[in-house]
């Protein structure tokens, strides 16, 4: 696969403190109580959470030259170029309005699949008979150049 474009994201220092913050209730709980059903479930929980930390700590955007894979590691969207109908930059996407971090799901016009990792800069693709799919990411612009160079015909004078 060649690729065209490729951007990643990190989760911000926020979500470190987090984990971190419950993966020490976690761990500390269960001898504070001296259970070992109550450290047996905390461990397990404590382990789910970093495994998920690490699944949704980095957000990828690739472009190749016929298809755009954006999501985390195991989960993530794939779209055919020839299957889009636009692209389209979002200057400013709040996290709120999406009700927050991570996988995101949202009815109605402005609705979609969401890949959420911050306020910011975004994309919202729309592809023949799916949803919208709309995520997070540094440069908006070079993702439409790159679709538009990978023979997204719909993007077409779009490219750089």
Not at 111 to 119: A, F, H, Q, W
Not at 143 to 158: E, F, N, S, T, Y
Request: charged content about 20%; proline content about 3%.
């Amino acid at each position: 696969m060649h690729v065209l474009h490729l951007q990643h994201q990190r989760l911000a220092l926020f979500g470190e403190i987090l984990l971190l913050l419950g993966l020490a209730f976690c761990l500390l709980l269960p001898i504070l109580i001296d259970d070992l059903i109550a450290m047996i479930v905390c461990w397990s929980v404590a382990v789910l959470t970093f495994l998920s930390y690490l699944n949704f700590d980095r957000l990828s955007i690739i472009v190749s030259r016929d298809e755009i894979r954006a999501g985390f590691p195991v989960f993530n969207s794939r779209i055919a170029l020839k299957d889009i109908r636009a692209a389209e930059p979002i200057d400013h996407l709040s996290f709120w309005r999406w009700g927050g971090l991570g996988i995101r799901f949202r009815f109605g016009a402005s609705g979609g699949l969401g890949y959420i990792m911050r306020s910011g800069p975004a994309i919202r693709i729309r592809a023949e008979g799916r949803r919208d799919l709309v995520f997070t990411c540094q440069d908006p612009g070079a993702i439409i150049a790159a679709l538009a160079d990978g023979g997204c015909r719909a993007l077409k004078g779009q490219g750089s």
